[in-house]
């Protein structure tokens, strides 16, 4: 009734001082065709019994739902992917700098379920097989759509790139945590099939978090990490995943670049060039495309002109012709 209407919200300061108005409007009809449309409010706020709310705690993706595991016959839980991801690469088990870490927000959001036309009539379908038994045509339609969310592909390789570039090639993070920044990517051959549309080839989690080899993204592990995906002992296993590169070799894993570009923010750190040398390749690559760009213009304009003369030549030859 309260969060219904719009524009409903407080003014609070940010670090800076500045008056910033966070907004609590809800709408009603979005939420309820969302992942946790069926969620009560206070399965995920705790705290919440006064009007105005006084005592909200921080939402804790890890603590029990009020919604039944229909698997179990208990109350449903996130808290297993929650230690997974705390005991990550990404968790804060024994991290030093925990405030920029990421949460479960910064992956996941809470979209509407979204069925296309196609989709739709093949729901209408399955429906009318569902309600035979199952009376509630509610129930099997949410039922459906859950279902049917899990097994697609929930973003594309695009959106994956993005999502994991947001941090890693952000210089002041990697710099924070003593990482690598992750840049060149899309230069690779991975990276240009992504940005051509191409699904069928690896983004970020098909070798850091790969499901084919029972990986999963809130277990990412780094590098040295024995049991991850990217660990040198795995890197074979994980190029030679179904859809890879089944014919690949240890010279193949051990001595590609997937990052090509990658620097750290300390100069002649580990794993990359350093940033003036990173500096130096952008300005050699800069030099080359610009040549690449003025001899094509430069062929291309001679091909045109050659055509034009070519032509002119032809007319010229038919006017005598004639004129004899």
């Known amino acids: 009734?309260?969060?219904?209407?719009?524009?409903?919200?407080?003014?609070?300061?940010?670090?800076?001082?500045?008056?910033?108005?966070?907004?609590?409007?809800?709408?009603?009809?979005?939420?309820k065709a969302s992942y946790h449309?069926?969620?009560?409010?206070?399965?995920?706020?705790?705290?919440?019994?006064?009007?105005?709310?006084?005592?909200?705690?921080?939402?804790?993706?890890?603590a029990s739902c009020h919604m039944t595991d229909p698997s179990t016959n208990s109350e449903f839980s996130h808290k297993r992917m929650a230690q997974d991801l705390k005991r990550s690469v990404h968790g804060q088990e024994g991290a030093e700098n925990k405030e920029d870490l990421p949460q479960c927000k910064d992956c996941h959001n809470?979209?509407?379920?979204?069925?296309?036309?196609?989709?739709?009539?093949?729901?209408?379908?399955?429906?009318?097989?569902?309600?035979?038994?199952?009376?509630?045509?509610?129930?099997?339609?949410?039922?459906?759509?859950?279902?049917?969310?899990?097994?697609?592909?929930?973003?594309?390789?695009?959106?994956?790139?993005?999502l994991c570039s947001r941090c890693h090639a952000d210089q002041e993070i990697m710099r924070k945590h003593e990482l690598d920044v992750v840049v060149?990517?899309?230069d690779t051959f991975h990276g240009k099939a992504i940005q051509y549309g191409d699904e069928d080839v690896a983004n970020c989690l098909n070798c850091h978090a790969p499901y084919a080899l029972d990986y999963s993204p809130h277990r990412i592990g780094s590098e040295k990490t024995p049991g991850s995906a990217v660990h040198p002992d795995?890197?074979?296993?994980?190029?030679?995943?179904?859809?890879?590169?089944?014919d690949?070799?240890?010279?193949?894993?051990?001595?590609?670049?997937?990052?090509?570009?990658?620097?750290?923010?300390?100069?002649?750190?580990?794993?990359?060039?350093?940033?003036?040398?990173?500096?130096?390749?952008?300005?050699?690559?800069?030099?080359?495309?610009?040549?690449y760009k003025i001899l094509i213009a430069v062929i291309v304009g001679f091909f045109i002109l050659h055509r034009i003369l070519d032509l002119l030549a032809m007319r010229r030859e038919k006017r005598r012709t004639q004129e004899a």
């Open 248 to 291: 690949a070799k240890e010279a193949f894993a051990s001595q590609g670049k997937v990052h090509p570009s990658s620097y750290t923010s300390s100069k002649g750190g580990k794993g990359g060039a350093s940033e003036d040398e990173r500096e130096f390749q952008q300005w050699v690559i800069y030099l080359i495309t610009l040549v």
């Open 110 to 162: 809470n979209k509407p379920y979204q069925i296309t036309v196609k989709q739709s009539l093949q729901t209408m379908n399955f429906l009318k097989v569902c309600v035979e038994c199952h009376e509630s045509e509610e129930w099997a339609e949410r039922f459906y759509e859950h279902t049917f969310y899990r097994a697609s592909i929930r973003r594309s390789s695009k959106e994956i790139v993005a």
């Open 1 to 31: 009734m309260c969060h219904n209407l719009a524009g409903l919200g407080v003014f609070e300061k940010d670090e800076e001082g500045n008056a910033v108005k966070r907004i609590f409007y809800v709408n009603e009809k979005l939420f």
């Open 234 to 246: 795995n890197k074979l296993a994980t190029c030679q995943q179904a859809g890879c590169h089944a």
């Open 37 to 62: 449309g069926r969620v009560a409010c206070t399965g995920c706020h705790d705290g919440v019994k006064d009007i105005p709310h006084t005592d909200v705690k921080k939402v804790d993706c890890s």
């Open 184 to 186: 060149g990517f899309e």
